[in-house]
Nanobody
């Protein structure tokens, strides 16, 4: 089992940047594919990005491609989401997730963090 704690959210102006972190505790972080999802008020949770166990493969939602970068440091049991050129529509609670596989569907992930709020003002 793994516990996930997100940090790094906040308030930023449009065009700015935020870097989210997700610290994992428990065993064998490197066994898990990791992902970021987000949920805006009144909307369904949506896929943002995923990274394979080794970090060699990544995948992004079209809405963030070219602006967001997912990475991981298995020595630090941490996954990151660098968010650049932020837009007001990026405002959401961002969730970190861990699973035994990777994919863009939430049911691929067994473990979830509590989320961190990112707000982008216009």
């Amino acid at each position: 089992q793994v516990q996930l704690v997100e940090s790094g959210g906040g308030l930023v102006q449009a065009g700015g940047s935020l870097r989210l972190s997700c610290a994992a505790s428990g065993r064998a972080f490197s066994m898990y594919g990791m992902a970021w999802f987000r949920q805006a008020p009144g909307k369904e949770r949506e896929f943002v990005a995923t990274i394979s166990q080794s970090g060699g493969r990544t995948n992004y939602a079209d809405s963030v491609k070219g602006r967001f970068t997912i990475s991981r440091d298995n020595a630090k049991n941490t996954v990151y989401l660098q968010m650049n050129s932020l837009k007001p529509e990026d405002t959401a609670v961002y969730y970190c997730a861990a699973g035994y596989s990777t994919g863009s569907y939430s049911h691929a992930y067994q473990y979830w963090g509590q989320g961190t709020q990112a707000t982008v003002s216009s």
